[in-house]
Structures are given as C-alpha cells and as structure tokens.
C-alpha cells in the first residue's frame, strides 16, 4: 500500500513510449488461444489486468511465452480449453471475466469465475442475459456478481438490441456466437470500441456490420494471426492532458491507436482549444498515428451522451482538464461511470473537493465551472488506477503537494507511470 507525492510542475517535455492497448492486448491472448495454429503478438501490454487474462487462459490448458516484445500463444480451438480445477481469478479486469463468460458459455464443462473486491461488485447480469438468450447456464451470486459459474450448453444465434454500449458485453456476446448454432444479430447500443470486430477478420472470421447491425455466423473457426498491440489511446491521453495544462508543454507520442472508437478525448480537447497534432502513420486493422500536444488556454466543452463510448475511461481526467478550462464542461450520458472499478463520478468528486476544487455530479455525469485554483491535498487513489493517474495530473497543477495513498493500482493498465512522470516533469 504505497503512497505517491507530486508537486507543481515546472516543466512537462519529451516523448514517452506508449504502452500496448489493454483492450487489445485481452482479445490478443483470447483470440490467441481460441485460434488454431501460433499466434504472435508484438508489444503486448505488460501490466496486472492482462496478466490476468493469460493466468486464466494458462489455467485452461493455453500455453504462452514471452520472448522480447514478442508473445506467442498455441492455440487450442474451440474444443481445446481445459476444464479448470479451482476458480479463475480474474483479479480487477472486467474484460477478463465478462469475455471469459461468453467464451465459456459454449464449452463442455463448468468453470467458476471470481475477482478482488471490486470485481466482485461490478455487474455481470449485463453478459449473463444475453447469454441466457443463446441457451447458456450460468449461476451468478445475488444474481448479479461473481464469483459466478458458467456450465457449458449448446448455444444458438438471437437478435439482441444490446440496452448499454459495452464493448465487454458485446465482446462476450459475439465470442458466443462464434460457438452457437446459426447467425446472432446485435443491434441498439453497438458503437462501443470495436477491437474485437476488427481483430476477427485478421483471425480469418466474417463479421458482417454496418451502422445498425453486427452479424455473426456460428461454428467459424479462427485460425492464428500477428497482431501488432498499438499505443493505448487511454494511455497516452495522461500525457495529452498533463501537456494541455503545464504552461510551456509538450509532448510527443508515437504509434497510438487512432481508432475512432477510442479517440473521443482527442476530440474534445481539440474543441477545448488544446494545441493537438495527429499523424497517420499507418492503417492496418488498427489506425495508429503520431499525437503532439502543447499548452494552450483551455474553455469548456459538452460531452454528449452518443461521444461518451468513445472516451469513457478518460473522463475522470476530463474532470481534471476542466476544472482548468475557462467557463462550463457538461458531462452527460455517463452513468457507466458509476460501475467501474470504483463509482468513479464519486471517487472525481471526492479528490476534486479535496483539493478546493468544486463540481457538481449528476446522476450520468458532471457539471466543472472553470478555472479552478487546486491545492495540494491526501486522497485515495479508491484502489482504481485511472483515478490515481488523473489526479496525479491533477498535483501538476496544484499548489504545494498533492498525495495519492493506495497509488500502486496504477499497475493495473500502467506499471511505469510514476517513472514516466518523473522523466516527463525533470
Ligand atoms: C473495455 C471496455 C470498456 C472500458 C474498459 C475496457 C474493453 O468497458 O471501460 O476499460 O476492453 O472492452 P465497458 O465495455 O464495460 O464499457
């Protein structure tokens, strides 16, 4: 349990190296395993919630070794996965479990999933009931949270208008459709990131999709890819930030993922007023690109419901952002914020007021009247790394020192940023 002290920063200058996508860093391993043949991944990320994910699959029999930047994984197919003999501890990662769900679902034997404490509060019915529809059994505790078991069943495709724009919940859903009978349509909230529909295709799967449907053809099976991990867009946007606000910033970031599902943070600085260049660099199954951003003046920005998905893990730095803007940032159609690894519009609230700053939390979202002067302060980081991360951010800013307990989450997605920081600011 350690702490983590920051000060103002005189300076934030350099070009950091982004770390691996963790969204496609998950669907690497999984998609790895449930392929025939070796998969290669370059630049996987290395950090708790994927080690998580090949934990699991490991306890199922998938083999995988690092060499260098390079992983391999010997696919086992579909029918391949081991019947696990004690439960699957997919420790803080959302994504582990509740894709884990949909690839169980179709598989011949029963397998208990559980997770830390946050895990365990976070809501799985969401991937259940789908599932359900498809002819899964799964036995949920409370009927909603894990530790959860799903006991193998033969699956058949459904209609489904997905009711919240999750791409776990619709990654889970189409990794079952892969093993059920027939076609699945998903309609209603499909505009979530899209890695998985992407990765698929590299993987030798027909996803079919357009703005309104996206349909999948049971029985498909996938065979071994490389798979390139790009920069993590929500990686990089810390630096994106911290570069907006430090007088005289700038910074460098090469070879992030430009996907437009995942780019939303990008946008509204931009409208923020925020000095940002972005370089393609190049366009396989994933944009990737080149980002420069330097200080400027910022004013406030309107987040709307439909852009929510595409920068939902940014906005508690966006809270940050804008308690520096001049004049008002509204966020609406949030409310997913309140089911992350932390309720993270009280876990913003909470650090913000500590440090003088003031915000009013809506039910889906947040209301910053800005520029607001921040003074150092304690807090807790709520065992959730991107809250540690944005209010270390937030310390750049501030006056005196600013001290988050609980820092060492930032593992979860980004082992190095403390490290990254200091090298950034001195
Ligand atoms: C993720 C999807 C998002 C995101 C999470 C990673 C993924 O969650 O918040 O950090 O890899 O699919 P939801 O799908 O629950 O919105």
Not at 253 to 268: A, K, Q
């Amino acid at each position: 349990v350690s702490s983590v002290s920051i000060s103002r920063a005189a300076k934030l200058t350099g070009a950091p190296v982004i770390p691996g996508d963790k969204s496609i860093s998950h669907r690497s391993l999984i998609l790895g395993a449930l392929a025939e043949g070796r998969t290669e991944v370059t630049d996987l990320l290395e950090s708790e919630d994927v080690r998580s994910t090949a934990r699991c699959l490991s306890a199922m029999g998938v083999r995988l070794h690092t060499e260098g930047a390079v992983t391999l994984i010997d696919g086992i197919g579909a029918r391949g996965f081991a019947p696990p003999s004690d439960p699957l501890d997919c420790g803080n990662s959302g994504t582990t479990m509740r894709v884990l769900m949909g690839v169980l679902a179709g598989r011949a034997h029963r397998a208990t999933l559980t997770g830390d404490g946050s895990l365990v509060k976070r809501p799985m019915r969401r991937v259940a009931e789908p599932l359900r529809r498809m002819g899964a059994k799964l036995e949920l505790t409370g009927g909603d949270f894990a530790p959860l078991t799903v006991i193998g069943a033969p699956l058949h495709g459904i209609e489904y208008a997905l009711p919240v724009a999750s791409a776990q919940v619709k990654t889970a859903i189409i990794m079952a459709a892969l093993s059920a009978e027939g076609v699945t349509h998903l309609r209603g909230e499909i505009h979530s990131r899209d890695h998985t529909e992407r990765m698929l295709a590299d993987f030798g799967v027909v996803v079919e999709r357009d703005d309104s449907v996206i349909s999948i053809l049971g029985g498909q099976r996938l065979r071994a890819a490389r798979v390139e991990v790009p920069g993590d867009p929500s990686t990089a946007a810390f630096w994106m930030g911290a570069a907006s606000l430090v007088p005289g910033a700038r910074v460098q970031l090469h070879g992030v993922s430009l996907n437009p599902t995942r780019i939303g943070f990008l946008r509204v600085l931009e409208r923020m007023g925020a000095r940002v260049v972005t370089e393609p660099t190049s366009r396989a199954a994933e944009p990737v690109g080149r980002i420069e951003v330097s200080a400027q003046a910022l004013r406030g920005a309107t987040v709307a419901r439909a852009e929510v998905p595409s920068l939902i893990d940014e906005l508690p730095l966006l809270a940050v952002i804008a308690s520096q803007a001049e004049g008002r940032t509204v966020v609406e159609g949030a409310e997913e914020l309140r089911v992350k690894e932390t309720d993270r519009l009280e876990a913003v609230a909470t650090n913000l007021r500590a440090m003088g700053g003031s915000i009013e939390v809506r039910a889906d979202g947040y209301v910053i009247d800005g520029p607001q002067r921040l003074r150092g302060a304690r807090m807790s980081s709520f065992h959730d790394h991107r809250i540690a991360m944005a209010f270390s951010i937030a310390g750049l800013v501030a006056d005196g020192q600013t001290t988050i307990d609980d820092a060492e989450c930032v593992a979860i997605s980004y082992p190095a940023f403390f490290e990254t920081l200091r090298a950034l600011t001195t």
